[in-house]
């Protein structure tokens, strides 16, 4: 009922810059809050940014100063702005939604597929 398709994602060097996007589509009534997650190598899930639906936002502590999420509601997008990238921010980086589907109550969690963040050295 709800897909969320990120892009943006590649191979770039330390201290260069990558801009994600992630647009939600479907039988969606309303979004709440949208974020971005990550997943290194045998490492759990983890929180990068997250913003609701009136833009206030919340950063990991190792991401803050370094990226920017933001977003464009009319077109159900969220974007992650990342500078000065880091071999540490290697990771799979996963879109989230909290959504409302039409002829529903309540908003349900959904997840992106995936994309590939990869900073070398």
């Known amino acids: 009922q709800v897909q969320l398709v990120e892009s943006g994602g590649g191979l770039v060097q330390a201290g260069g810059s990558l801009r994600l996007s992630c647009a939600a589509s479907g039988r969606i009534f309303d979004i709440n809050a949208m974020g971005w997650y990550r997943q290194a190598p045998g490492k759990q899930r983890e929180p990068v940014a997250t913003?609701?639906?009136?833009?206030?936002?919340n950063y990991s502590d190792s991401v803050k100063g370094r990226f920017t999420i933001s977003r464009d509601n009319a077109k159900k997008t969220v974007y992650l702005q990342m500078n000065s990238l880091k071999p540490e921010d290697t990771a799979v980086y996963y879109c989230n939604a909290q959504v409302r589907v039409w002829l529903t109550t309540g908003y349900g969690d959904y997840w992106g597929q995936g994309t590939q963040v990869t900073v070398s050295s």
């Open positions: 913003i609701t639906s009136r833009g206030s936002t």
